[in-house]
């Protein structure tokens, strides 16, 4: 059985083609992770959050209650791009 331990910072939602449809349940799966780290003691100021299609990749970031939404959809390639940023938002 898999157990979810505090801190969690980054939620991934995969969606087959229209990234916006994603938009909505990453929000609430972020706010989710944001009220579970704060029963569990583990509080952080930032969650962040991305939408995927596998190709296509769009950022999330809650801060406290301000949800904040890159409106840009940024491509698979190059991928060291992408893992740069995967491992800031690890690191913040």
Not at 40 to 66: A, K, P
Not at 69 to 88: G, H, K, S, T
Request: hydrophobic residues 45%; charged residues 20%; aromatic residues 8%.
């Amino acid at each position: 059985m898999l157990e979810i331990e505090a801190p969690v910072f980054i939620l991934v939602e995969a969606k087959k083609a229209d990234l916006k449809l994603g938009l909505g349940q990453c929000a609430a799966e972020m706010i989710a992770a944001q009220r579970f780290n704060q029963t569990q003691g583990q509080g952080i100021d930032t969650v962040y959050g991305c939408v995927s299609s596998g190709t296509q990749w769009r950022f999330l970031q809650l801060q406290e209650t301000t949800l904040t939404i890159d409106l840009n959809d940024y491509a698979l390639q190059p991928i060291a791009r992408l893992l740069r940023d995967l491992v800031w938002m690890a690191q913040n």
